[in-house]
């Protein structure tokens, strides 16, 4: 089963929008946390915003903020009033912790374009 | 403070050669997570190392990869004999310690692996 699905392969949004991008997320941890990356064409791995499970509200970081539905295993990415730069692959990642491991798994992505 | 530095950032190789490539983490941190992204998707875990100690190689393919993490100087993942489904960008990351849901992993460029 995934652990990460992003159902939006891509999304466009015009300048100055606000735009949501999905995710949604499965495990049996009571103990994880949520990471947004953002990817531009340049390639790098820029982190975004975190959001932990045990987290009571939602994360936000400037124009990033994370819409965390627990019981529905959803942890969307919301950017407020979309700039040119925001263009990217956007990826949604999960560490489970009690499990002792390290890793992040990822999604597949949403490529977002944002036109004048 | 210096980002997470990796290099060489594009290496060409042919069929058989050998690849190395090196990841020199943040400074004070001392995790090192290596991650592969083949074209079009999401990265994907390889291996977790602290210095001098490989801790999770679940994600590594168990022949002609290896990985190594010494006590001085930069993270090393080889490839032996590279063949042309090893072609894609791996990336380090690394974080200052282990064991919270929120010890968010930061990026280096990547390398871009071309196998001929």
């Known amino acids: 089963a995934q652990k990460i699905t992003q159902t939006q392969p891509g999304m466009f949004v015009q300048e100055k929008e606000a735009v949501t991008l999905d995710c949604t997320y499965d495990?049996?941890?009571?103990?994880?946390?949520l990471f947004w990356y953002k990817q531009p064409s340049s390639g790098e791995m820029i982190f975004l915003i975190y959001q932990g499970s045990y987290d009571q509200q939602n994360a936000t970081e400037g124009r990033y903020s994370l819409n965390f539905q627990k019981a529905r295993k959803s942890a969307n990415l919301v950017i407020s009033a979309s700039q040119l730069g925001d263009s990217a692959m956007y990826f949604c990642a999960m560490r489970e912790v009690n499990t002792g491991f390290q890793k992040l798994v990822f999604g597949t992505g949403t490529r977002l374009l944002v036109s004048p | 403070n210096a980002g997470v530095m990796q290099n060489p950032r594009h290496l060409v190789r042919r069929r058989g050669q050998e690849a190395r490539l090196r990841c020199s983490p943040m400074?004070?941190?001392?995790?090192v997570y290596w991650y592969r992204q083949l074209p079009e998707e999401g990265l994907k875990f390889m291996v977790y190392?602290?210095?001098?100690?490989?801790?999770?190689e679940s994600g590594m393919p168990k022949e002609r990869f290896s990985a190594e993490f010494p006590k001085e100087g930069p993270s090393i993942l080889r490839i032996q004999q590279v063949v042309r489904g090893d072609s894609a960008a791996y990336f380090c990351a690394s974080s200052p310690r282990m064991g919270t849901r929120g010890e968010t992993q930061y990026f280096g460029p990547g390398t871009r692996l071309l196998v001929l």
């Open positions: 495990t049996s941890d009571p103990s994880y946390g």
């Open positions: 190392l602290q210095k001098e100690n490989i801790i999770d």
């Open positions: 400074k004070g941190h001392s995790h």
